[in-house]
């Protein structure tokens, strides 16, 4: 069966699922790689971002392709990197419990989520840092669709997450789904770090059964 990413969004563009973190486990377990952040974007130093990699090219944290524009690095570098070459896992895996049962525990059908996964990090977006808007594929095959985790000071109204002309309402802690091939936009204007996990995973047949069989709204 080939799947598109369409098939996936055919259920709605913002998508809660079952599957999720504790919170607070989890930003205790990351207190650990406070040295680790680095600039998200290093060919726009101007906005303030930061970003911690939990699956990359080298499983080594800081700088670096994962969690940069990969198509100006493969202009500035002379490489040909795409999605599906990230995926060896950092030290933040293996030290977060919560990382380790959201990617690994199979649900009820089977699936686990790991063996879809690819690039993956955490983002922070401090007081005024922001995306501008943009979509993150225009390609005819999408290869990846994204999951993202909201965790800390991520909801209206101070922290916007823009989809369209939708402002998005999200629960900390649950996993989306989310058609991010819209237009799009984050700004944080609150007086705190918004975090998030932003996990890139393969369309394939199994990915979407698990998007599918996860569905907090059935």
């Not at 504790?22 to 060919?43: G, H, T």
């Not at 000071?153 to 369209?164: Q, S, T």
Request: a negative charge; aromatic letters at 12%; hydrophobic letters at 35%.
């Amino acid at each position: 069966m080939i799947v598109h990413a369409r098939d996936i969004f055919q259920f709605g563009n913002q998508l809660p699922l079952t599957k999720g973190v504790k919170v607070s486990r989890l930003m205790d377990n990351l207190k650990q790689f406070d040295d680790k952040w680095a600039q998200y974007n290093d060919f726009k130093p101007e906005v303030s971002r930061q970003g911690l990699c939990v699956i990359n090219d080298s499983g080594v944290n800081g700088p670096g392709p994962a969690i940069s524009s990969i198509h100006q690095w493969n202009r500035k570098h002379g490489t040909e990197l795409h999605e599906e070459d990230f995926t060896v896992t950092t030290p933040v895996y293996d030290a977060c419990i919560d990382l380790k049962n959201l990617f690994e525990e199979k649900d009820h059908n089977g699936y686990s989520l790991l063996p879809h996964c690819f690039r993956t990090h955490f983002l922070r977006i401090p007081p005024g840092g922001y995306f501008p808007p943009h979509r993150d594929n225009l390609r005819i095959d999408q290869n990846t669709f994204r999951l993202i985790v909201p965790l800390v000071n991520c909801e209206p109204p101070w922290m916007r997450f823009m989809l369209g002309n939708e402002s998005l309402n999200w629960d900390s802690g649950t996993m989306y789904a989310v058609n991010t091939t819209l237009g799009h936009q984050l700004f944080n204007t609150g007086t705190k770090d918004s975090i998030w996990l932003v996990i890139n995973a393969h369309v394939n047949e199994d990915s979407y059964n698990y998007v599918a069989g996860n569905l907090l709204i059935t």
